[in-house]
């Protein structure tokens, strides 16, 4: 994935890892406007993938170079937690090796994570889940686990385990597959799931569910992603 260009008149980006997390910050974005709950300024606003943890250097040196790059203010980068890794370590050493590359552009690096820098333009990082290890995929999780349905999905994994038909179950895979399994089984139910949303088995799709709870985006699981947006976004 390369990242895209800048859009005319955008001066505050949020970059994330893909498609799935652009959804995501679309979708929330959306709610906190519908509901007018924070003051945000979303004419600028512009939300561009980078396809992933290993391509964010590279995906810097390509905004720098984009002709409408002087005229941005503010740079959110969003990336998985992971397992076994400091996130945010990773992401301002992306920077640092941006900014030891010819020509330097010295964008700013982060102390800490979730803060924006002072220096302009204004660099913050988000790791999600925040202060925690996992994946989009995990928050989504535990926004849902209260669902009835969840009990016969962790109950799904919790037999393969101790059937022994698997050695090494891949804990970073394991949020995305429990999803999978989440949706499958909304989906074979009729009066949960309507005819749309049996064609719909990705994460991006979740949003879009019919058998999602109205108050989905209200859940705490989703304050850190918007505190950090209401940062990015305020006037």
């Known amino acids: 994935m390369t990242l895209p260009p800048i859009p005319e008149g955008k001066t505050r980006l949020l970059l994330v890892e893909g498609s799935d997390d652009k959804m995501f910050f679309e979708s929330l974005v959306a709610h906190l406007e519908s509901k007018a709950q924070q003051l945000l300024d979303l004419t600028g606003f512009e939300v561009l993938p980078f396809g992933g943890a290993q391509n964010l250097v590279n995906s810097l040196e390509l905004l720098a170079r984009d002709p409408r790059y002087d005229k941005v203010s503010h740079i959110g980068i969003v990336r998985d937690s992971d397992y076994n890794t400091d996130a945010f370590a990773s992401v301002c050493s992306a920077i640092n090796r941006f900014n030891s590359q010819p020509p330097t552009t010295n964008l ?107 108050d989905f985006w209200e859940n705490e699981s989703f304050d850190d992603a918007k505190s950090f947006l209401t940062l990015l976004l305020a006037p």
Request: aromatic fraction near 6%; hydrophobic fraction near 40%; include cysteine.
């Open 108 to 214: 700013p690096v982060p102390r800490e994570v979730f803060l924006p820098t002072d220096e302009y333009p204004r660099v913050s990082v988000l790791t999600m889940p925040l202060n925690s290890e996992g994946t989009l995929e995990s928050v989504v999780l535990t926004a849902l686990k209260d669902d009835a349905i969840m009990s016969c999905v962790n109950d799904y994994f919790t037999c393969i385990e101790n059937a022994d038909i698997y050695t090494d179950l891949a804990e970073n895979r394991l949020p995305k597959s429990k999803l999978a399994v989440l949706i499958a089984g909304k989906s074979a139910d009729r009066n949960s799931a309507r005819v749309p949303d049996v064609k719909r088995r990705l994460l991006h799709n979740v949003y879009s569910m019919t058998w999602l709870p109205n």
